[in-house]
């Protein structure tokens, strides 16, 4: 048994602040067991940097909605945006074995006092049977997916179970009983978070300078 778990947020290319968030966290493979909510790629500065070191030290990862668009883009070419081109093309020798690991991501990590997943649960479906692509980009749910206005999912969410959940930069850090928003918008110039387990210590890194325009 690991002595801390570490879950987080969305990195987006952001290399040099997560390794200084680890640090600043005392992180230990040895001792502390360390979970990413998805979204490694895509926006920063080094998104094949960030995925090669979470890929080549075994750490946990789900599927962000990045990592699943990244994907789709490889059957569409309607979802080919200039940021998805860009990872594709600096991957270069290693594309396979990435995309192959990326296709193997979980849509969730869920344990005895904890879940892990990238945008959140749409209501009245169980964990289990959850749609891709409604929980990696989850945030609002109304009559439609998203719809602006709408009631936040988690609202809908009534369990104890700690959720952990990322995506939603816009609404930043978000610590309620049940659920924990770790995105706080490092691409944009906010800040990389993490959640340390079972004290629910929250860290954070402020990013060194604004990749991307929200």
Not at 24 to 34: G, I, S, Y
Not at 148 to 161: H, N, S, V
Request: hydrophobic content about 40%; charged content about 25%.
């Amino acid at each position: 048994m690991k002595e801390r778990t570490i879950i987080v947020g969305d990195v987006h290319g952001c290399l040099d602040e997560l390794k200084t968030l680890l640090k600043n966290a005392q992180f230990d493979p040895t001792k502390d067991r360390l979970i990413f909510l998805g979204d490694l790629i895509n926006k920063g500065p080094n998104s094949v940097g960030v995925v090669t070191f979470v890929k080549d030290n075994a750490f946990e990862c789900i599927m962000g909605n990045h990592e699943l668009g990244f994907l789709k883009s490889l059957e569409d070419p309607a979802y080919f945006n200039k940021g998805f081109k860009k990872f594709y093309e600096d991957l270069g020798d290693q594309r396979e074995e990435v995309i192959l690991w990326l296709k193997k991501l979980p849509l969730f990590i869920e344990e005895k006092d904890f879940i892990c997943i990238h945008g959140g649960l749409e209501p009245n479906v169980t964990l289990k049977n959850q749609k891709k692509e409604v929980a990696t980009r989850i945030r609002t749910w109304g009559q439609k997916l998203n719809e602006e206005g709408a009631t936040p999912w988690y609202e809908f969410y009534k369990e104890e179970k700690l959720i952990v959940y990322g995506h939603w930069a816009a609404q930043g850090l978000l610590v309620r009983d049940n659920t924990i928003g770790l995105d706080s918008g490092c691409v944009w110039g906010g800040a990389l978070s993490a959640l340390i387990l079972p004290q629910r210590e929250i860290i954070q890194i402020k990013a060194l300078e604004q990749y991307s325009i929200p």
